[in-house]
């Protein structure tokens, strides 16, 4: 499959999580689906989106709340099954056919963990950026660092609220783009 390299996604998952032990029975399932489209020819961010999904194993805990913001009533009013966000990935958003992004690689293994336990066909390329790994070379750093800590040592503002999908991915993509544009200006002669 031939990739279009016109625009790349980006990608940050929220999912259930827990203060301390998981509890018995459950398991980390995505919540949230947090889009950035990112322009790869003016190297800008487009629009972000945020794809609630209704979790089928777990329960939203009020630690997960307190952290992403998203309460078991918004899931229950806006989410869409796990499969109809996957679905949504590939009608809507193109994913097989773009490369994508995303700041570290639990939102890849995430997708790909969650999509064989429930026996759905991958919605996304398997062209992955790691842009947690990309920031820490361009920098020349000992080790990854998170993205608030990517943001301030690029000079870029956060944007939102950070643990909310749409807004991570749009930093991410605001990321992204900051370390193409100066690949760029090294290559121009």
Same mark, same amino acid.
């Given at each position: 499959?031939?990739?279009?390299?016109?625009?790349? *996604?980006?990608?940050?998952?929220?999912?259930?999580?827990?203060?301390?032990?998981?509890?018995?029975?459950?398991?980390?399932?995505?919540?949230?689906?947090?889009?950035?489209?990112?322009?790869?020819?003016?190297l800008?961010?487009?629009?972000?989106?945020?794809?609630?999904? $209704?979790?089928?194993? @777990?329960?939203? @805990?009020?630690?997960?709340?307190?952290?992403?913001s998203?309460?078991?009533?918004?899931?229950?009013?806006?989410?869409? @099954?796990? %499969?109809? %966000?996957?679905?949504? *990935?590939?009608?809507?958003?193109?994913?097989?056919?773009?490369?994508?992004?995303?700041?570290?690689?639990?939102?890849?293994?995430?997708?790909?963990?969650?999509?064989?336990?429930?026996?759905?066909?991958?919605?996304?390329?398997? =062209?992955?950026?790691?842009?947690?790994?990309?920031?820490?070379?361009?920098?020349?750093?000992? $080790?990854?660092?998170?993205?608030?800590? %990517?943001?301030?040592?690029?000079?870029i503002?956060?944007?939102?609220?950070?643990?909310?999908?749409?807004?991570?991915?749009?930093?991410?993509?605001?990321?992204a783009? =900051?370390?193409?544009?100066?690949? $760029?200006?090294?290559?121009?002669?």
């Amino acid at each position: 499959m031939v990739l279009s390299l016109k625009e790349m *996604l980006v990608i940050d998952l929220e999912a259930t999580c827990w203060e301390n032990q998981r509890p018995p029975g459950q398991v980390s399932e995505i919540i949230e689906i947090g889009i950035a489209r990112l322009d790869l020819e003016r190297l800008e961010p487009i629009d972000k989106t945020s794809i609630l999904v $209704r979790p089928v194993l @777990s329960e939203i @805990s009020p630690f997960c709340t307190e952290l992403t913001s998203i309460t078991p009533a918004m899931v229950a009013k806006d989410g869409i @099954s796990f %499969a109809e %966000a996957c679905s949504k *990935l590939r009608k809507q958003f193109g994913a097989k056919t773009k490369p994508w992004a995303s700041y570290g690689n639990y939102d890849r293994a995430q997708i790909e963990r969650q999509c064989t336990a429930a026996g759905i066909t991958n919605p996304v390329s398997p =062209s992955h950026l790691n842009i947690k790994t990309l920031v820490a070379l361009h920098l020349q750093l000992p $080790r990854e660092i998170g993205m608030k800590g %990517a943001l301030k040592a690029l000079s870029i503002k956060l944007e939102g609220r950070h643990h909310r999908g749409d807004d991570d991915a749009w930093n991410t993509a605001k990321i992204a783009a =900051s370390l193409l544009r100066r690949l $760029r200006k090294t290559q121009t002669p």
